[in-house]
């Protein structure tokens, strides 16, 4: 049984530089979702899509950051000219599009460290 | 920002005893979720709730959701260590599909 996966798990990047997550969701998923936290505070929602489709964007999700899901399977998340303000928890979901649609599954999520 | 008020925000309990926190929102939701984090780690859905009333049990682990739409409660009976973390409660609202957190209940518990 697989779950969602992310990669990498913890990134160190200095700031001003671009970063690149990678999600890839449970196999029979339609939807993907990205949320970011930060410490003390519970997750908060970036985008999600359907299938290739990015139906929703979150106002914080400055024109700095851009998401893809390009075949409808794996997606990406890219943070442009990153901040120190960037700095936290980009975690994934996925979850089916029927039946139990509202149940999230998430990843392990990836760490930012922006110095 | 946050819609979603979780209480208590920390619990120290012993080894052995119930537990019980909740989530209480302004606005009514369709769904309510509940979650467990242990550090490093993404959250794990515990249950999911998708009726006014409607009590769910999973293991040691019981929730309602609330008769007014707008709140949702979490049991935790005769805790053991590996019940410590932070438990977040997760609402969806209209037909909206992303889930809105609360800021989280951390547990800890001394053998």
């Known amino acids: 049984d697989t779950g969602v996966s992310q990669d990498p798990r913890h990134k160190i990047t200095k700031r001003g530089q671009n970063v690149t997550f990678r999600c890839d969701p449970i196999s029979e998923h339609n939807r993907l979702y990205w949320y970011r936290q930060t410490l003390g505070q519970g997750p908060e929602f970036l985008t999600y899509f359907q299938n290739e489709a990015q139906l929703e964007k979150s106002r914080l999700l400055s024109d700095r950051f851009s998401a893809e899901r390009p075949k409808g399977s794996f997606s990406t998340l890219e943070i442009q000219r990153t901040e120190q303000g960037d700095s936290a928890m980009y975690l994934c979901a996925s979850s089916p599009v029927a039946g139990r649609r509202y149940e999230q599954y998430f990843g392990p999520g990836t760490r930012l460290t922006v110095t | 920002g946050q819609q979603l008020n979780q209480s208590p925000q920390s619990m120290f309990i012993q080894e052995g005893e119930d537990v019980s926190m909740n989530c209480t929102s302004s606005?009514?939701?369709?769904?309510w979720l509940w979650y467990k984090q242990d550090p490093g780690e993404g959250p794990v859905l515990l249950i999911a709730?998708?009726?006014?009333?409607e009590l769910t049990s999973n293991g040691r682990l019981t929730a309602q959701f609330g008769i007014t739409r707008k709140d949702s409660f979490l049991n935790i009976s005769a805790s053991i260590p590996s019940d410590v973390g932070i438990y977040f409660c997760a609402g969806q609202r209209g037909g909206a599909q992303k889930l809105v957190f609360g800021q989280g209940t951390r547990l800890t518990i001394n053998p």
């Open positions: 709730l998708y009726k006014a009333g």
């Open positions: 606005s009514i939701f369709n769904t």
